[in-house]
């Protein structure tokens, strides 16, 4: 606790997303896409968009690694669901020309979430296989259950 103008205020660490919750997340990802039939991959990053967690279903379609890793890492990028992004970068958006504008691999298709604790950012997910609202659909099904 640090002591400003007479003002307390707390800068308590944040637990960081660890393997197990990766593990849970891409459980649950998994699980709401087996219930709906479809095969999918599931890319878990940590807060520096590091790799803790990916698996892609035997049946999943072999792109849908690269697109459930890309959704995830611009989830993270810009703190937001891929859903909610759809619409900045199309040709009349104040993000259109995003996706060319940066060596890096962003994709603006819903699947993408970030994941917080305690209102930081600590990671994101990313699904890629279905269409993208099953994706989205699939992705916070998993954080339901791991803030749950």
Do not use: C, W
């Not at 997303?17 to 649950?28: R, Y």
């Not at 993408?112 to 604790?117: A, I, K, N, T, W």
Request: proline letters at 5%; zero cysteines; charged letters at 20%.
């Amino acid at each position: 606790m640090s002591t400003t103008s007479g003002t307390t205020s707390s800068t308590a660490a944040v637990s960081p997303l660890t393997t197990a919750d990766a593990e849970t997340l891409v459980a649950a990802a998994r699980g709401a896409a087996e219930a709906a039939g479809v095969a999918v991959s599931v890319t878990v990053l940590d807060a520096g968009g590091h790799l803790l967690a990916f698996r892609r279903d035997d049946r999943a379609v072999l792109i849908s690694g690269e697109t459930s890793t890309r959704k995830a890492y611009t989830a993270l990028q810009l703190n937001a669901p891929t859903a909610d992004l759809v619409d900045l970068v199309k040709p009349d958006g104040p993000f259109h020309s995003l996706p060319t504008a940066l060596d890096r691999p962003l994709l603006f298709i819903a699947g993408g979430v970030p994941v917080h604790r305690d209102g930081r950012l600590i990671g994101a997910l990313g699904i890629g296989g279905g269409a993208p609202e099953q994706d989205h659909g699939f992705a916070t099904a998993a954080l339901r259950e791991l803030t749950g």
